[in-house]
């Protein structure tokens, strides 16, 4: 036996080998125990989107018919992402940066992109959770003042109340865009506040801290989804919602656009692309089987929306039996929540505690999902980059959560929910698609599925499921690319509009006219420039480092093939022949055995 295989078996059997001459060794952080990291994992998945999101897609898309779609995309899009990044993470053992630029430096931008668009989602996310809050504290008096109109003499109040107090009271909203009104709303300002310090103190310590919160951020919310399921199937009219719900309608299945909803939507609600997963990945031990993880998340977060769907569509069912409603007549997001299920809840006996629990929950699913976003940024920009020098990582979290904040005051003025939605549609939709082609096409054609599948027989002792290794390299790219497309000619031919709060014009209950409060108004020139600005932020990354770094064409050839394993840290101009070629298991600290760049072990 010569000394290059001794050394090869010795690799093998987890032998510990030192690192080069002046690197040092991974001593980070890490997880509690696994239940924290699946809990971490669960909480940054389901989020608000499970609530008032997919229950509108399925509704609108045909029903109980969506649901074909749905999870035909779970396997084929959302399952193996979530393989991914997890994988990724865990076996590069680096957050979204360090971890795809070890792959090829062409893909540092991948995750500097990962970076841009979550700061994008921190800013604005908060603000969000900030209306919870506002919700929460009013829902603790004896008679919440959306059940009513004591507080106003506008006649419009009477025919709306939940929808003129949303408007009126919390955003104090103005008719445009361009309107700041009377300048920031300090209720706001200070819920704000309050809602970056719950979300400061839940990673100060990074996922030590993390870890901790998810024990109660991502367990209590299915208590209180439990509390409002139970309540909202045994309500009168239940049977009216959950048939709009569920009722199939399968001649929708021809329309292509219920499958591109159900694809986005998977993409989306897994939390896919903003680099958190595989930064949460990257503290797990080595040897931790990443694939029944990736799974457990995935299929969870799929379930959680079917009761979410189930336990909404029931409590609007009774909105319609009680007030007549239209159960037609909502619409995803805030106008679902903010409105229509508040003013579902006002019609419930013991008001104020269906309504305390339903914003709870609110509140623990969209602060699990921001503190586990922000945890995600927070290691590739202290760890990765470096950014923050030695300062200690309760500073570092600190100022950027200071400066979050500050940009967070945009939201607050008048207008400040018209400019949220410019957040919400342009830097976290089409860039987190652009993210997920390059990071799938980097994984199955760059890094190689082969290679993918020797770095999984290393971490969990099997191999990668052949479902897997056929979705990444072929199925999953395909969907993701077709996913892109859509987008993009869809926006450019797409009128761009707001919802606008114009209030209501009483004349039209005396002439028996439909009462509208809002109006769809276009953006402005400016609002688009800003937006296209946003997308240019999250994607300028990705384009340049894929230019200065771009690979050779004997590397692209080889990769095609699937002929190359990149060994970590080569460069471009570096490439070697098939036969020199070695897989190279980097770095890896699992808390006992250390793997180092020089250390090469032969393809299974």
């Keep these: 036996m010569t000394g290059k295989e001794e050394v090869d ?57 969506f649901l074909i779609p749905y999870f035909l995309m779970l396997i084929v899009e959302g399952l193996p992402m979530m393989y991914v990044e997890m994988a990724i993470g865990q076996y590069f053992r680096g957050g979204s940066i360090i971890s795809w630029q070890k792959i090829h430096p062409c893909f540092k931008g991948v995750g500097l992109c990962c970076v841009v668009i979550s700061s994008f989602l921190c800013i604005y996310y908060v603000m969000v959770i900030a209306w919870i809050i506002n919700y929460l504290w009013v829902s603790l008096r004896p008679v919440p003042p959306y059940a009513g109109c004591e507080y106003t003499d506008d006649v419009c109040c009477k025919y709306d109340q939940t929808l003129y107090y949303w408007y009126t009271v919390v955003l104090k909203a103005t008719p445009s865009i361009n309107d700041f009104g009377t300048g920031p709303a300090w209720h706001l300002v200070l819920f704000l506040v309050l809602a970056w310090i719950v979300t400061y103190l839940c990673v100060f310590q990074g996922v030590k801290s993390t870890g901790k919160a998810a024990y109660f951020a991502a367990t209590f919310p299915y208590i209180c989804l439990l509390i409002l399921l139970v309540r909202g199937v045994t309500l009168p009219g239940a049977d009216i919602g959950l048939k709009a719900l569920f009722n199939p309608e399968w001649h929708r299945l021809a329309d292509p656009r219920v499958w591109i909803d159900a694809a986005t939507q998977i993409f989306f609600s897994l939390s896919l692309g903003f680099g958190a997963l595989v930064a949460f990945a990257s503290f797990m031990p080595y040897k931790n089987d990443i694939t029944k993880d990736s799974i457990l998340v995935a299929i969870i977060n799929c379930m959680t929306s079917v009761l979410a769907g189930i336990c909404i569509y029931s409590i609007l069912g009774f909105r319609t039996y009680s007030t007549g409603a239209d159960i037609n007549d909502v619409s995803a997001g805030t106008g679902l929540t903010f409105v229509a299920i508040t003013e579902a809840v006002t019609q419930m006996a013991g008001t104020p505690f269906f309504a305390f629990i339903f914003f709870f929950m609110l509140f623990n699913l969209g602060i699990s999902s921001q503190f586990g976003t922000l945890a995600g940024l927070v290691t590739p920009l202290y760890n990765d980059l470096k950014v923050f020098g030695k300062a200690r990582k309760e500073l570092c979290v600190a100022l950027l959560a200071l400066i979050f904040m500050i940009f967070g005051l945009l939201f607050t003025p008048g207008n400040g929910e018209y400019i949220l939605q410019l957040f919400n549609n342009y830097p976290v939709t089409m860039p987190l698609l652009v993210v997920g082609v390059v990071e799938i096409i980097a994984t199955g054609w760059v890094f190689g599925i082969e290679n993918f599948d020797s770095a999984i027989r290393d971490m969990t002792g099997r191999p990668c499921p052949l479902y897997f290794k056929i979705s990444i390299k072929y199925v999953s790219p395909s969907i993701m690319i077709v996913l892109l497309v859509w987008l993009l000619v869809d926006s450019i031919m797409d009128v761009e509009t707001y919802g606008a709060f114009v209030n209501c014009n009483p004349d039209d209950a005396m002439a028996n006219r439909t009462i509208k409060f809002t109006e769809d108004l276009p953006l402005p020139s400016w609002a688009r420039a800003v937006g296209g600005i946003m997308i240019a932020m999250c994607v300028f990354p990705v384009c340049v480092y894929g230019i200065l770094n771009h690979m050779s064409w004997e590397e692209i050839k080889q990769c095609y093939f699937g002929k190359r394993v990149y060994e970590i840290g080569e460069t471009a101009k570096s490439a070697v022949k098939l036969d020199e070629v070695k897989v190279n298991y980097v770095a890896h600290n699992d808390g006992d055995h250390v793997y180092s760049d020089g250390d090469k072990i032969a393809p299974v």
Excluded at 14 to 31: F, Q
Excluded at 32 to 59: D, E, M, S
């Design 9 to 65: 078996i010795e690799i093998r059997k987890g032998s510990l080998v030192e690192p080069p001459e002046g690197e040092e060794k991974n001593e980070e952080e890490a997880w509690g125990n696994k239940t924290q990291f699946i809990l971490a994992c669960i909480g940054l998945a389901v989020g608000l989107g499970n609530v008032w999101r997919f229950p509108y897609l399925l509704h609108k898309n045909g029903g109980g018919a």
